[in-house]
């Protein structure tokens, strides 16, 4: 979905959910057959915006996958279907009930070939999928949708899964002095007889899931801007201009970043940003993204960071989600995780590498609070409810570290090289993990199995408990590495490279590892009595970490360490409070760090 954007509360028990199910005690999904191919759905709709109703159409093509086909099941909730109609205009027999429209064929139909049909239908207020809202004192009365996962059906009839993509037309009329947006490229703007009503017609010409189908109607002021000929628009409500000027600014910028980053040009005709009342952060749609109103605010650092992510975790979408899509709901994280860990990678671009470090922090920190208070589970994941079910702290910020991880065992150049050729090979299609697993192979040589058969497709993650020893005689220092991990439900011992940084006098010296037993033992050489040893060094792993270091140590690391490495040893001195040198420590770090995540953390720890 990418409706939320990743801050979640959380607040469940070991393996438990908060309303005490079990996650692994919910039903096993799969993804589901079909009979036929969607090719095209062709939706005109007429509002009456006033009395939250709409009368519609939805002509369909599409053609058989079996050799016999005779009747056609689409999803339809909350619509009143009047009439079905086949390409002659004859009256076709349909059944309707329980969230489906089966239609009946008067004959069977062969593989292949090309059926139309047409499904008019009417609506009033879903209240899911369409949204009617205000007026109000924030807003104008508006209409909005948010398709995602399975919620188109209450706008238009359609098969609501998203291993199957279409192009769309959408011909929307609504009273003059509104403002019309959907996918794709807009074809027409005509106004209606005497005057009273204004018809759009969008068109998307490239294929996408029926979730990434969006509407927008109101009396928006669209602001414009561009990116080498590619219409930018921004879509806000009058009186919002200054601050939306703001912060959209960046989205030419952004949008240049991810072409070069990913070496695929953007894929579709046009990109929108518009302001929805339904959205708590973003939700992407396939040339366009509704995002929340809080975006719209006075400037705060604070915010117009957090924004700033957001906005660049929608745009991500457009490559990962919409040009590729996941075939079913289990591999959520071939969306999400790739746009999550795009934001950290354009943060880290455009802000400098310490905020990269605390961004993809704090994604490390939101993934290990859901793990040790609510559940564990394998990313990849069959057991739902319903897909929003897996939309959590697995799915978002625990993938984007395992890509983080990824990259720095393949390599910079071996790993974009692999998002470059997952996304020409696999562009306009669905896909699975299995298809990532084996374009990995493919570009980069190596077997990866081993890798994401621990982080993808079994729970939990490493907790690793450091201790060493500095041995004078040897010139080294003996350090013990033990994996604690709960292994219940198939937690593995880890199989991973580790860097360890030595810090002496005479500098820094880097020791590469490799984990693969409950209890090791490594020596490495050490010229003298280290200053600061780091277990992870570079911030590569998904962990948790138990060191115990003496005072000097945690000091010095505070006051020569990377941000990761002081937000640390800030926590850790916090459980020395009692020592004067820890007490001056934490109060020049509360005033003079550099960074102020670090300032923020040493003062609230001393309040």
């Given at each position: ?377 394998p990313i990849v994941f069959k057991r739902y409810e ?22 720095w065992i393949l390599g910079d150049q071996v790993f ?192």
């Amino acid at each position: 979905m990418t409706a939320v954007i990743w801050l979640l509360a959380i607040s469940f028990g070991n393996g438990l959910a908060e309303d005490g199910i079990d996650v692994w005690k919910r039903p096993v999904q799969s993804e589901p057959s079909r009979n036929f191919d969607a090719l095209h759905y062709r939706v005109t709709l007429e509002f009456d915006l006033e009395g939250k109703r709409f009368e519609g159409s939805n002509l369909v093509r599409l053609v058989p996958l079996v050799e016999e086909l005779r009747e056609i099941v689409l999803h339809a909730e909350k619509l009143a279907i009047s009439r079905v109609l086949d390409s002659r205009g004859d009256e076709l027999q349909f059944q309707e009930g329980n969230g489906v429209l089966k239609i009946i064929l008067p004959e069977s139909r062969g593989l292949d070939e090309e059926i139309e049909i047409e499904i008019r239908y009417s609506g009033e207020d879903p209240a899911k999928g369409l949204y009617f809202d205000g007026p109000n004192d924030t807003h104008p009365l508006i209409v909005t949708t948010d398709s995602w996962p399975d919620e188109a059906r209450y706008w238009y009839p359609c098969y609501d899964h998203p291993h199957d993509k279409i192009t769309t037309e959408m011909i929307i009329t609504a009273p003059t002095g509104n403002k019309v947006l959907s996918n794709g490229r807009l074809v027409s703007r005509k106004p209606g007889p005497g005057g009273s009503t204004e018809t759009w017609h969008w068109h998307q010409e490239r294929p996408i899931s029926t979730y990434l189908t969006m509407l927008a109607v109101g009396p928006y002021v669209r602001m414009e801007d561009s990116f080498k000929g590619l219409p930018l628009n921004y879509w806000v409500f009058e009186g919002d201009e200054e601050n939306a000027s703001r912060i959209f600014k960046d989205t030419p910028k952004m949008m240049e970043y991810f072409i070069d980053l990913y070496g695929y040009d953007y894929p579709w005709a046009k990109y929108d940003q518009v302001i929805s009342p339904r959205q708590g952060g973003g939700a992407e749609a396939t040339s366009a993204t509704l995002l929340g109103m809080k975006v719209i605010h006075d400037p705060e650092p604070g915010l117009d960071l957090n924004w700033e992510r957001i906005i660049a975790h929608e745009l991500a979408h457009q490559w990962w989600g919409d040009l590729i899509t996941l075939r079913s709901w289990e591999h959520t994280w071939m969306n999400e995780s790739f746009a999550t860990y795009s934001d950290y990678l354009y943060l880290n671009h455009a802000r400098g590498k310490d905020v990269g470090d605390w961004v993809l922090q704090q994604k490390v920190e939101q993934y290990l609070e859901e793990a040790r208070n609510e559940y564990t589970r394998p990313i990849v994941f069959k057991r739902y409810e319903s897909p929003g079910d897996n939309f959590d702290a697995h799915t978002y910020p625990k993938g984007a570290v395992i890509l983080h991880q990824l990259r720095w065992i393949l390599g910079d150049q071996v790993f974009f090289k692999v998002l470059n050729r997952f996304l020409h090979r696999h562009a306009f299609r669905v896909v699975d993990t299995h298809d990532f697993m084996t374009l990995v192979k493919d570009v980069s040589g190596r077997n990866m199995d081993w890798y994401f058969e621990q982080h993808l497709f079994k729970p939990g993650h490493p907790i690793f408990e450091v201790e060493y020893e500095w041995n004078e005689g040897a010139k080294a220092i003996e350090m013990t590495v033990s994996q604690v991990q709960d292994f219940e439900r198939g937690v593995p011992v880890y199989t991973l490279p580790v860097q360890v940084g030595i810090t002496t006098s005479q500098g820094k010296e880097v020791h590469m590892l490799q984990v693969d037993e409950s209890r090791e033992v490594f020596t490495l050489a050490a010229a003298e009595q280290p200053k600061l040893v780091r277990f992870d060094e570079g911030n590569h792993l998904l962990k948790e970490l138990v060191f115990q270091k003496a005072v000097g140590e945690l000091i010095y690391q505070l006051e020569n360490d990377d941000v990761p490495g002081r937000m640390w040893a800030v926590e850790q001195l916090g459980k020395h409070l009692d020592n004067p040198k820890v007490n001056s420590a934490l109060r020049s770090a509360g005033m003079k760090d550099p960074f102020p995540a670090v300032r923020e953390a040493a003062k609230t720890v001393l309040d």
